[in-house]
């Protein structure tokens, strides 16, 4: 399933009926938040199989042993997460996928480290770029006008709970786009700068910082 997290319909998900959907937890914040989608998604079609991944994901996967996720994709899920999805396909041993923490009736297992990544190449490009590592050094790339436009603005808000360029300031990230000259690398990247996605980053943000200016004043 790919999508944001207000636009889960839950008809669209009985009609659709997905044989497996995927949460991205990379905060400590989004757990309780991470759970409830996951029962959410559970309640409406038990035959999911719920698994999910992220940085608090990776590093407190005990946090997510909850009778409504299957699994915890540990560390970089570039190559295990495509290997789940051919293992549920084929009804193979998931205990097979190294990377995985499984959620069993007994407790969690885990199926043994995978090896990380050697090469940013193997990795999905990112949705913008200014550079090439391969034809730079890493000090010219950090001195590239995109990383200097990012710099100069850090931190991106005075309200340390609203840190975020893209979903806490969605505007400093266009001024950062802007002012540097990045290129989108893929069909749809624009749509984080304007249209759908970015109406999307701009209410999100808008909401949040309510709350969040209410509580730093406090």
Same mark, same amino acid.
Request: hydrophobic share 40%; net charge negative.
């Given at each position: ?27 400590? @914040?989004?757990? =309780? ?16 199989? !719920? ?8 590093? #407190? =996967? ?11 994709? !540990? %560390? ?8 789940? @999805? ?16 499984? #959620? ?18 193997? !990795? ?7 550079? #090439? @590592? ?24 005075? #309200? ?11 505007? $400093? ?8 000259? $990045? ?7 624009? $749509? ?6 970015? %109406? =999307? ?9 309510? !709350?969040?200016?209410? @509580?730093?004043?406090?």
């Amino acid at each position: 399933m790919d999508l944001l997290i207000g636009s889960l319909s839950s008809a669209e998900v009985q009609e659709f009926r997905p044989a497996a959907a995927g949460i991205s937890c990379s905060f400590t @914040i989004d757990t =309780y938040k991470t759970i409830e989608i996951a029962r959410s998604l559970k309640q409406l079609c038990k035959e999911i199989f !719920v698994f999910l991944g992220g940085h608090h994901a990776s590093l #407190n =996967y005990s946090d997510f042993f909850d009778p409504a996720i299957d699994a915890v994709v !540990v %560390n970089e899920g570039e190559t295990t997460t495509p290997e789940l @999805i051919n293992a549920l396909e084929g009804g193979e041993d998931l205990t097979k996928i190294p990377g995985l923490i499984l #959620n069993l009736p007994e407790g969690q297992f885990f199926t043994g480290e995978r090896q990380s990544l050697s090469s940013l190449d193997d !990795v999905p490009f990112p949705d913008r770029a200014v550079d #090439n @590592i391969n034809a730079k050094s890493l000090l010219e790339v950090l001195k590239s006008p995109l990383c200097a436009a990012y710099q100069k603005r850090q931190p991106f808000n005075s #309200n340390h709970l609203r840190p975020c360029p893209i979903i806490d300031n969605p505007q $400093t990230l266009r001024d950062i786009v802007r002012e540097s000259g $990045t290129r989108p690398t893929h069909e749809g990247a624009e $749509t984080v700068l304007e249209g759908t996605v970015a %109406n =999307y980053l701009d209410n999100l943000s808008l909401a949040w910082g309510k !709350v969040a200016d209410e @509580i730093w004043k406090s």
